[in-house]
């Protein structure tokens, strides 16, 4: 099974944005990022960095719900450009060796990222490090059961994830001295198979399963959704 933090695989899956936007268009309104949004918000920060943002659809509605002076940055030169695109202050930049000072920004975010980063106790450690003392960590994962039915179609089981629902708050516990962990869960349904297809398609971890898709499938098929924002306070 493919490891989600080989930077190789970083580098390929995030060169190029059409497989991020067919995973990202199965969920509609993400209810997680609107629980992240109102985290962010609620700090009323001055400055916000974002880390792997992406083609910064959430640090544009950062910026536009608060006010903040926000900064992004992403590994991929072509989210980078994307971000950019949008009016989005972002930089190449790894979260492993951030190059900004210390206590620089109020609020980070990571949105689904933090899995793919090799060296994740260095990652957290550097966020920590560029927060301000009372400042806060927005950063959003998913449970290693999420579409947990659709993994067992294919036959690939639980998410390989190192920064997950379960494993994220002790993680966090190393760096910051307060972690709260609000969970969002819902279900997500396919209408017909090639609907299903299609995800698994674009799933960086499902893909190469593709085939051991069955041939029928009852529709419309219902996966579940098991999202979680943790908020770290240092």
Request: net charge negative.
């Amino acid at each position: 099974m493919k490891r989600l933090d080989d930077p190789a695989l970083v580098a390929e899956e995030y060169s190029d944005e059409t497989r991020l936007r067919r995973r990202a268009s199965i969920y509609g309104g993400n209810d997680a990022k609107a629980v992240a949004l109102r985290e962010v918000s609620e700090a009323a920060p001055g400055t916000v960095l974002e880390v792997g943002c992406g083609p910064g659809d959430f640090a544009a509605l950062v910026a536009a719900e608060t006010g903040a002076t926000v900064v992004a940055v992403d590994i991929s030169p072509r989210m980078v450009e994307l971000a950019r695109n949008r009016g989005v202050d972002a930089r190449l930049g790894d979260v492993q060796e951030l190059p900004f000072a210390d206590a620089q920004f109020d609020v980070a975010v990571a949105g689904w990222m933090l899995y793919h980063v090799p060296e994740l106790d260095r990652a957290i450690e550097e966020l920590a490090r560029v927060i301000r003392p009372g400042g806060r960590l927005v950063a959003m994962t998913n449970s290693v059961l999420h579409l947990i039915e659709l993994r067992e179609l294919v036959g690939t089981g639980p998410a390989p994830l190192t920064f997950s629902r379960e494993s994220g708050e002790e993680l966090l516990r190393e760096r910051f001295p307060a972690v709260e962990r609000h969970d969002v869960d819902g279900t997500v349904e396919f209408a017909d198979r090639a609907a299903v297809e299609d995800y698994v398609r674009a799933s960086i971890v499902m893909s190469p399963f593709v085939q051991e898709l069955p041939p029928s499938i009852d529709v419309p098929f219902a996966a579940r959704r098991a999202t979680t924002v943790f908020v770290a306070t240092k």
